[in-house]
């Protein structure tokens, strides 16, 4: 609905705000994953960054903050992190020195087989279906608004 739809009332209230519901459950993943991540020493960003890597190992840093996306100004951080754990080495790619490859370590790889500690599937109370429909949903969505923000270029 737009803004002048007539079924959209002039005065939502803030719970009826999408991008608010959007918003607020990301906080409520953040707040489930905590201390599921904190065993394991990763904050939700090194996570994700992970689950990317194990999906696809040996990825330039551009490649993997399009997957993630995340600035390179912000996954170096993150990366650098990973590299001091030991989960994951830098190293210029020698066909083009001007791009850095990402590639997992042994204990990175290792830390991938433990990612079922880390599920939250049970915790959302949601059947498989709803799972899928949901996120289906709510990747069209963000897809739209990215869409929408290009086309304003």
Sequence with gaps: MKPTDPAMPADLKLSEFLCFAVYSTNLAFGKAYKPKLERLGLTYTQYITLVALWEQDDQTVGSLGEKLFLESNTLTPILKKLEG???????????????????????????????????????????????????????????NLIRSLKDRE
């Design 85 to 143: 754990m030991g989960y994951v080495q830098r190293q210029r790619d020698p066909e083009d020195e001007r791009q850095v490859r990402i590639r997992l370590t042994p204990e990175g790889r290792q830390l991938g087989g433990e990612r079922s500690d880390v599920d939250l599937f049970e915790a959302t109370g949601l059947t498989a279906q709803e799972f899928s429909q949901i996120q289906g949903a709510v990747v069209k969505l963000r897809d």
